[in-house]
């Protein structure tokens, strides 16, 4: 059904068509070249069933040939989706493009999605997700900066938190798990019935792994921190210094004792 699908949209069409989330170049020069352009992208069970319904209308495709492939290809994805479930509240941000696609397919899984960031401007071409996630309350931030995605983090208090390295950070200093979106999450297929529970098990691995964070925190308490960061507000006193120094031996002796005492001597 979708190869039909693909080949009457090809035949209609005067030119090949194209799609693109948040892809500004791509969609540029489609458009210069009198290309049909295609927001959004086959994501998740209305994702998909959208962008088939906006190749039907674009390219002319019959409703028959829509309605198969709908018919043969949704029910694969709410399999799919239903077969990896994820429960968890989570933040996401990242620069890729595909920050609204991802959460879109987080919120099919299952997900408690709060908040989503991109560094990405508002297009028409991401404006299916934009309303998509918004009805849903979820809050949708364009052009969002480093202060955005934190201050995010800080008021939703997720259970995981998804996006650049210095938010991961963040979160991580607060014993809360968090991904990294560039190679850990905008890396995996998103698309169609693949793509449906391509990100159940990274995520939901990440969000049960929170006591192992809460261990580690409690471990290394006050480390990195204050006179503990290895930059103090005064300078130690001389006299200190080379009282401490005088204590430990130096010079061949030291170097021999240190040997025996690692050798059990």
Sequence with gaps: SLVSVAAQARSNCERPYSYAASRIPSSHKSSASNRPVLGSAPVGRDGT????????ETCGVERRRIDAAKNQFLPM???ALAAAPIEGRITLSGYEGSEL????????????VRYVGTALPQTKWSEPDRQWLESRGIEVNYRASLEDDLAAFEEYEPDLAIG????????????????YFTNLISARPL?????AGALSQVVSTAIASRSRFD?????????????????????PELEEVEATSAKKPSGKSAREDTLKEAMGC
């Design 77 to 79: 994805v709410e399999g």
């Design 215 to 235: 261990e580690m925190t409690a471990f290394f308490e006050g480390v990195g921190h204050a006179e503990t960061a290895g930059v103090w507000s005064d300078p």
């Design 101 to 112: 696609l991802v959460a879109r397919l987080l919120v099919e899984s299952g997900a408690d």
């Design 191 to 195: 698309a169609g019935p693949a793509g």
């Design 164 to 179: 650049t390295t210095p938010v991961v950070q963040a979160a991580k200093e607060k014993s809360v798990p968090g991904l």
């Design 49 to 56: 069933a959208e962008w088939l319904d906006s190749i039907g």
